[in-house]
C-alpha cells in the first residue's frame, strides 16, 4: 500500500481552498507514483462533465471523455485531472482537436506505457461526432498494442437517436 | 491545435444563410486540414436523420448511419457532410446502393486511410435492412484492415422487434 | 366484425399504385365506419417517421407523433394517415403548429370523441421541443376529459442526453 | 385452496393430446370456478404471441395483447385461452376489431365484474396501431371503473422507433 | 430506534441453524413490534425467488412477488417471510391461489392497515399470469383504501416478450 | 399556420451571426406570438446541456432541465432560450436558486397560464439534488393546476446510482 | 438570488478539511435560508451511498436513499446531509427504522412543509426491504398531502430480480 | 447506382396484388443484380415475425431471425424474403432444421460468399432455444470465415427472464 | 428436413402425462438424431428456472444457464433436458459443481464436437457466482476451439447491482 | 460431486455466529478444494457492495468489483470473500491499491492459474476510476492469457453519465 509521504505530496486532493481556470491549462495536472509497477493494469477515468467552445462559432459544446491507461512510474491524480478538463471550459477547440491535445499532455504528463481517449459528444445539427486516440510507447510492444486496439475499435457503434 | 486560417477556410460551419438541397449532390462535401497527421485515430459521425425514397415505390425510407473513419491528410466538415446527407432526401436508391455510394463519395473527397458506413433502416413488410459496407486504402495496411473488421461484423446483432 | 362492403371502401389499403405528396394536403385523409360506436375505446396511432422544414431556415426537422384518440362513428384510415404525414416532408412549419394542425385536420375528418398528439422532435441547438396537444368535443363529457387529460400531462419527462 | 374436483373440471390444461384450430372459434374457451370471489381482484394475462390476416391484403400481422380482468363467479382457463388465440391464425380482422371481439366473447364467457385488453402490434408502412378496449359490468360501480381507467389511459405512450 | 429486547425476539434472524421446510407452512411466520405505529408508512418486499407446482401437472412454475403494507401493530420479520415462501416449493397451486392464500396469512398474521402482493410468473404456453391481490381493514378508510389501489392498478401493464 | 412576418420577427432563428454571453442576462429572452391561443396546450423544452458555477467553490455544475407550460399570448423562442441558458455558464448559483430564477424570468417573459421545471443534477459528494419549481397564473384555475402538479409530483423518484 | 452572507454561513460546503463520523449523530445536519418561500417547491436529494450495520448479526447493509421535500423557511445543506448519513456507517438499525429515524430528524431539523423518503436495500436471503415513509405538517394541508402521496405510493413496483 | 431496368426486374416490390401462401415454398425467393460486386459487404435482415408450428404437436412458434450475407453476383430481394419466410407459417418444422433449412435455400438461391443466420424463440417449457447456423463458399477465403465466426459465436448470452 | 419417423422416437415432446423427479436424474436425459451433421453450427439453450440447494445449508438457490453447443450425431431433446434440470430442484450441490456436473453429463450423453455452460446465479450475502464451464472433443480442433473460448471469456462483465 | 468432508471444513457457509471485521484483513479468507482440477473453467464473483475510505480525506467510497479466476487446486469459499472485503470498510486505500492488494491477497491465497479484478467506483467531482488488475501465473501459459486479456480490455467502456 502507498507510503504516507507519497500521500502527503498530492497537491490538490483534499486541499482546501481550489480555485477554478477555464482556459487551457495543462500545468494544472500533477502525479503520483506507481505503487505497482511491477505489472500492467489498466486505469480508466469516466469523465462525463467536459464541455468546451467551438472555435469559430463560440457556442458551447458538451462531451463525455473515457481516458484509460496503463500506467509506468507516474500516475494522474484525479483531481487535478479534473481542474484541467475544467481548464477547456472558455476554451475554443475543435473535437478531434480537443482529443488529440488531451492525449499528448497526458503522455507528456506520465510518459505512460498505453494511453487511449474515446470522446462523445452531443450533436450539432443532427450530427454528433465520436473521435478515438491512442498512444503506445515508441519502440515497445505497447506501440503495437495501440495500433491492435486501434484497429479494433468500436466495431459495435452505440445505438444514437439524438433524444 | 490548428491555425485560424484553417478555421476560416470551413465554408459551412457558422456560415451566414444555407440553402439545403433534397437532390444527391456529392459537391456539397468540403474538407478541412487533420492537424494530426501523425498518428491513426478515428472519427466517427452518428447521423440518425437520414431519409431517402424508395426507388421503385418512391415512399420515404428512414435509417441511421454510423459512419466512421481515419483520416489521412483531409478531414470531412460536419456540416457539409449534414448539407450531403439531406440532399438524399428526396433522391430514390435502395438502402445498400446509398450506403456504397456514401462510401464511394467520401473515399473520393477524402483519400481516408479507412472508412465504414453501417446504415440502420426501419422496417417495411416487418423486415428491416442494415447494410455495413467499408473501405481500406488498396496497397497499405489499411487494406487488409478492412477485410479484418469486415469480417468480425455484427457477431451480435443487436435485438430488433420493430417496437 | 366488419362487413365486407366496408373493407372495400378504403381507396390506399392494398391499392394498386401509391403515389406520394410531399406537400401539406389534408385531402389523402380517408375514413372508415367505426363497427364498435357502442362503446368508448381509444386507438393509439405509433409514427416515428415524421419529417418536415423549419418554415425559417429550411433545415429538415424529424420527430415522432403519437396519436391517440376515442373514435365516434368514423375511423381515420391507417395507410391515409400515412399519406397524409409524408405530405408535411417538404412543407414548412414549426413543431408547436404542425401538431396543431394535425389534431384540427383529424378532428375535422373525423368528428372523433377524443383526441390527442404528443409530437417528440429531435434537438436543434441542444434543446428538443415535444408539444402535447389535445381535443374534447365541445359540450360533452370529452371536453372536461381533454382538460383533465392536459392537466395531468407528462408528470414524468422522459430522461432525455441528446444522445 | 381449490377442490381436487375444480381441477379435474379443466379440459386442456395437461390434456393428452391437444390439437389446433386456427380459425376464430369462441367455443375453444373454458372456465373454472374463482375460489376467492368474497374479494375483487386482478388477474392478468401477457400474450405476446398474437398473429392475425389482414383481412383486404391477407398479409399477417403480429401484435402483443395485455388482458386484465377483475373476475366474478368465473375465471378463463389460460391454456383454453391460449387455443382460442390461437384461433386467430389464420383469421382475417382488422387490428381493432380483433381486440373487441376479444372482449366481447370474454365478457360472454366469464360475466367478468372488469375487463381490459391493450393490444400492441407491429408496423406496417412505418405506423403501428395499439388498440385499448374495456368493459364495467352495467349498472354497478364497475361501469364507472371502466370509464375511469379509459380517460386515464396511456398518458405516457411507450417510445417507439420501429426497430 | 428498537429496544434491545425486541431484536431478540426475533427467532430466525442470525438464528444458528435454519431447516428448510418445502410444504406450505404459514406457522413459519413470525412478528415483531412496529416501533413506529403512530404513523402510516409502507414497507415493501421484493421476493424474485418464488417457486411453486403445478397442481394438475406437478410441474413447477417461477414467480416474483412485491409484497406491500402499511403495518399496525406488529410486522413481519422478513427471514420468517422468506422460509414461509419457501415452503411453497414442492406444494401444488394455481398462480391465482397462491397469491390470495399469501395475502390471507399475511393478514391473519399482522393485522395490518394495508397489505397488497403482486405475482409475476414466467408463461407456459407462451402467456404469463400477474395476479394482483390487496385488503385493507374493514371498516377503516383502509377499507377505501384498498378499492382505490385496485381501481387504479396496473394502467401501464410492462412490456413482454417472453424473452 | 404561422404569417410569414410572425416569423421574420424572430432575431436569433437562422440569424447570420450569434455572440454569445456566459453571464447571467434575462435580456437574450425572446417571445414570438402563439398562434393557437384558442386551446390551452402544452410545449416542453428538453434542456440536457445546463451548466453553472456553483457559488461558494466556484466549482462548474451540470444538470438538464425539463421545461414545459401552457403559453397564453407569446411563445419563448428556443433559440433564444439556448442563448439565456448559456448566459448561466460562468454565473455562480445553487441549484434550487437557479430552478427559480428560471421560473421567475419565463413567467415575467411569457406571462404563461402555466409553467413548470425539473432540474436534475450531476452528484457532488455523492449526492445529486434535483429541484422541482412550478407556477399559475393567480387568481386562474392554473393556480390550482400548479398545485396540483406540485402535489403529485415524482412519486416514482428514477433510479440512481450515480454511474 | 442569494445575499453573499448567506452563503458564508454554510459551514461544511467548501470548508478545508472535513472529518467523518461513523456512529449516528443528527448534530451533523446544518440548514440555510430558503430563498423563495414564497412558493411551494419540490428539493430531492438522490442517495445512492447509504450503508449501515443489521443490528442484530452486525453485518453491513447496503441502500439507496430518495429523499423529496417542500421547504419552509429552512433548507438542509447537501454537504452536511451526506456528513449526516456517513454517520449511520458503523451504527446499527433495521431499515425500516433508519427511514423512520432520517424523516423525524429532517422534520425537527428544517419543519418542513412536507417530506418523503423512500430506501431502497439490496437483498439478504433473496428479499429486499424497501420502506416509505412521510410527513406532511400536523393542522396544515401538508397533513392532507402526506396521506394523499401515501396512499397513491408505488402502484407500479420497479422490477426486482437481484442480478 | 442500379440500372432502371434492373428495378423493374423485380416482381414482388411495389407489385399491385401479393397472394401469401403459408406452406413452404422456396420458390418464392427472387434475386436482382448486386451493383457492388467490386467489394465485399455485409446486408442483414432483421425478421422479428417468424413463425412455424412444431411438428410432433402442431402448437405455433415464434422466432426472430438475424440473416447476414456478403453478396456476390445476387442479392435477395427483401420482399420477396418476406413472402419466403411467411410461408414456414403453417408449416411444420423443428428450430434448428428450418434455421439449416432457410440457410441451404438462400445459398442455393444467390450463391453467396458468406451467409449466417442466427435463430432467437420464444420459449416452451421455460426455455427457450437459439440455432446459429453459417456458410461460407467451398474453396474460398470466406469457409474460413464461416468457421472463424462461428468458433467466435456469442461469446456473450443476451440475459433471458422468459419476460 | 427431419423424418417423420424421427420425430416419433421422441418420448417426452407432446407425450401424455409427464411425472417430475426432483433429485437428480442423468438418466433423463434423450437424444435425437442431428439431420444436418455436414455442417458445423450452433444450439442453445437459455434456462432461467434452475434451482438447486446448497449442500451445506439446505436453502434454495437459483440461477439462469445458458447451455451452447456444437452437434455431432446425437442432440439433446430440450424437454427431456427441461425434466433433467428439474431433477436438480431438491438436489445439494455448489454451484460450481453443479454446472461441472451437468457438463459432464451433456457430454456423456451426446458426444458433441462442443458445448459449453455459464451459470449466472443470484446472491447470497451480496456476493453472487457465474460459473463457466467448457469442453472440446479431446484431439480435434474443438479442444483448441475450447481453449480459445475459455480464455476469451467475459471481458465484459455484465453490470451487476443486486437489485 | 464434492465429498461430505470437504463441506465440513469450511469456517463460514452456515456458521452460527460470524463477527464482522471493518479493519484490512486478509487473514479472514479460506479456501476449499476444486473437486474439477481436471479443466479450466472460468468463476466470477459479483461484488457490488464494496466500502473503503479515501486514504487523505477519509470519505467513503464506494465501487462493485467483478472478481473472475481460473482455479488450480484451491478455490477461495464466498463467504469467506464476504468478510475479507468486509474488512476495507474502515480501511483507507486509493482505488487502483486497493484492486491490487486484493488480487496479491487472492494470488497468494489460491495460487489460481489466472485471476482478473475489475473495479468501477461511484463518482468523485465528477469523475469516476475503475481499475483493472489481473494475473496469470508466471512461466505458464496463463501469462500469456494475462498479457492478451489486458490487451483486448474494455475497448467498449459503458456508458456513464454520473446518473
Ligand atoms: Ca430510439
Ligand atoms: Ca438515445
Ligand atoms: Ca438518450
Ligand atoms: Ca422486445
Ligand atoms: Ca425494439
Ligand atoms: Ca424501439
Ligand atoms: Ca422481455
Ligand atoms: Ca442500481
Ligand atoms: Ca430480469
Ligand atoms: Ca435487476
Ligand atoms: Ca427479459
Ligand atoms: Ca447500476
Ligand atoms: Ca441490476
Ligand atoms: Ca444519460
Ligand atoms: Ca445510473
Ligand atoms: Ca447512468
Redesign the interface.
Known sequence: ??ERED?EQ?DQ??S?????T?EYDPSLLETFEN??PY???????????F?T????????D?G?L?I?Y?PDEK?VE??S??LY??SF??HG??H??S???IVNDLVHLMNPRYLEI?G?F??????????????GRAGSKYEQ?A?????????????????
Open positions: 500500500m502507498p500521500i498530492l486532493l483534499g482546501e481552498k481550489t480555485s477554478y477555464f505503487t505497482h505489472r500492467d493494469y489498466f486505469v480508466k477515468f469516466n469523465c462525463p462533465e464541455t467552445l467551438c472555435p469559430k462559432t463560440g457556442q458551447p458538451f463525455t473515457y484509460s496503463i500516475m484525479s483531481k485531472l479534473k478538463l475544467f471550459r472558455n477547440g475543435f478531434e482537436d482529443i488529440n491535445t474515446w462523445k452531443t450533436p450539432r445539427g443532427g450530427i454528433s461526432i465520436d473521435p478515438f486516440v491512442n498512444y498494442l495500433e491492435n486496439r486501434l484497429f479494433q475499435h468500436d466495431l459495435y457503434p452505440e445505438p444514437i437517436d439524438n433524444r
